[in-house]
């Protein structure tokens, strides 16, 4: 606290509001070099700073009619698919349906068939009759047209059908009805219960295992199918998340010269990476490639005796290259910088020197990190130069590390 | 009011004169940095303090040491008397003293800035800107001693 002596107080009180009249001729000096009158914004930094806002606050705006429209987008599209879900789960009840019915259909056949020719009960009848060429080749044209006939699922379970109820026994048809199983399974089941069989007819249950085994695989054909659908891929462009917005918070620390250009004396220059800057980033991504970066951030640059705060305004264009959890980006582009005060300890100090306003051209390499798909961790090392003088008419250079989140709009 | 701060900054009227003029054209040009939330007048009167700091930084022997041999360490001055004096006879005393010695006085005494400050207004240290300021206060004790025995004012 200030404590002022007698002298002090004399002076303060007799010079503060001291007055005195200037010569006669004072303003006839002062009007010729009056400068012609400032722009409507001030000065053309003044001018770039309502541009900037302006900028900013379109880009806002922009990004968040993009998300409520997003946001509609995304509650027609989920209406539809839930439709096709159902659809799909729908066609695929029907067929198992067909399918169980078809099954009950064949043993009932096969009763009567036992009951009518008993000759059919003959394992050696069967033996002779499977053994024959004109029932293989038979069997592979069965085949071959179910495969042609994969496209319709009920004609495949007619011509299967047929078939079953040319050539299966009771013991084969027990069996099919576990041939929703693995491959694996169902051969090791259809050797193990045939065992009493002859050779020729366990190779023959092969070929009606790999024939069941289609018509049972015909529900995953089928949904490929669907996903192949037209409609489905019109969907599919219609969610291409391009141009987008995407926000970034973001900090760091960085060292700069501002200290050794605003004071001649060396000890008090900037101590390396005291620095700090921290703010908020609103990134307009034209593709998977190019974005377009603005915001603002608030610098507080540390000498020695001094902290001297800046508001920062960046335009930015950024490159992104890179793997698929991990991508490069290179970004430059322009800062402008606005003064915010000055301090020394807890009180404020003028800098006569300083100048109030400067850009910086900035350039920097950095990583991502993806988490998810909406979000990312980056790293970024980067490096400034200023564009305009900031102090004693010398220019600032700067470096530094940024930590910073990003989150996408989808 | 303006031409008063420069009269107290500037070793005389002429050169008090000049940092007017220069102080004008600058509050012109920077009338648009102008917020109103503070009175215009000490605004003005800031940003001309600024340009009378600016003019004496740009000497090269503002902040040099001088000897101070003929400031006596125990001087006591009557205080009282010295509300006689007149405040043009203040402004030339306070002219007399050297650049730096002027600044400091100015910026501690009339304008209310701190040690602390005016060590980062003009680039100097805490430890700089103390002596100065005692040195000047010992200066314009003795010149005032001087003017009231010599009865000249």
């Known amino acids: ?51 900037v806002g302006l900028f900013i606050v379109g880009s806002l705006s922009f990004g968040i009619y993009q998300f409520l429209e997003s946001q509609k987008e995304i509650k027609m599209l989920s209406g539809i698919i839930e439709k096709q879900q159902e659809t799909i789960e729908d066609l695929s009840a029907r067929i198992n349906d067909e399918r169980t019915n078809e099954v009950v259909l064949n043993s009932t056949n096969l009763e009567k068939n036992e009951s009518n020719n008993p000759s059919l009960n003959n394992e050696s009848a069967l ?20 495969n042609r006939n994969q496209t319709t699922d009920n004609q495949f379970l007619t011509n299967n059908s047929t078939y079953s109820n040319q050539y299966l026994t009771e013991k084969e048809i027990s069996k099919e009805n576990e041939l929703d199983q693995s491959e694996t399974v169902i051969n090791s089941n259809s050797a193990s219960s045939n065992s009493n069989a002859p050779i020729i007819q366990k190779e023959q249950l092969v070929q009606h295992t790999s024939l069941f085994q289609l018509n049972t695989r015909s529900i995953p054909l089928f949904e490929n199918q669907s996903t192949s659908n037209p409609r489905e891929v019109k969907v599919k462009k219609t969610l291409n998340p391009f141009p987008r917005f995407s926000f970034e918070g973001k900090g760091g620390v960085f060292a700069h010269n501002l200290g050794k250009i605003i004071y001649s004396d060396s000890s008090k220059s900037a101590n390396p990476f005291s620095s700090w800057q921290a703010g908020l980033l609103i990134n307009f991504e034209l593709n998977t490639r190019w974005q377009v970066q603005t915001g603002f951030l608030f610098k507080n640059f540390k000498t020695t005796n001094t902290q001297i705060r800046y508001n920062t305004f960046p335009i930015l264009t950024q490159y992104r290259f890179g793997f698929k959890n991990f991508i490069l980006h290179a970004k430059s582009g322009i800062i402008l910088n606005t003064l915010i005060d000055a301090k020394s300890g807890t009180e404020r100090v003028v800098i006569s020197n300083l100048q109030s306003n400067f850009i910086d051209f900035m350039g920097g390499l950095g990583m991502d990190f993806r988490i998810n798909p909406s979000t990312k961790l980056s790293i970024e090392p980067w490096v400034s130069y200023s564009l305009n003088q900031v102090a004693n008419g010398k220019k600032a250079f700067q470096f530094g590390v940024n930590l910073g989140a990003k989150y996408s709009i989808q | 009011m303006l031409l008063g701060v420069c009269l107290r900054y500037g070793s005389n009227f002429q050169e008090a004169e000049d940092f007017l003029q220069e102080g004008f054209v600058k509050i012109y040009e920077d009338l648009y940095q102008y917020r109103p939330t503070g009175a215009l007048g000490a605004w003005m009167r800031k940003v001309m303090v600024n340009v009378c700091l600016m003019h004496l930084k740009k000497q090269k022997q503002f902040f040099s040491t001088i000897e101070m041999d003929y400031i006596t360490e125990n001087h006591e001055a009557h205080d009282d008397s010295f509300e006689s004096y007149r405040a043009e006879a203040l402004i030339q005393m306070i002219q007399k003293l050297p650049e730096g010695y002027r600044a400091v006085f100015n910026l501690y005494v009339i304008d209310g800035y701190t040690h602390k400050e005016i060590a980062g207004i003009l680039n100097i240290s805490d430890v700089t800107s103390r002596p100065q300021f005692s040195r000047a206060k010992k200066m314009l004790r003795n010149m005032l001693e001087n003017k009231l025995v010599n009865r000249d004012l």
Do not use: C, H, V
């Open chain 1, 127 to 146: 033996t002779n009759s499977l053994e024959s060429e004109t029932n293989y080749s038979s069997n592979n044209n069965l085949k071959a047209q179910s």
């Open chain 1, 1 to 51: 606290m200030k404590e002022n002596d007698n002298l002090e107080q004399f002076f303060q009180k007799s010079l503060e509001d001291f007055s005195a009249e200037p010569s006669n001729d004072m303003w006839a000096r002062i009007e010729p070099i009056i400068p012609p009158k400032p722009p409507i914004f001030g000065t053309w930094l003044g001018t770039a700073k309502w541009f």
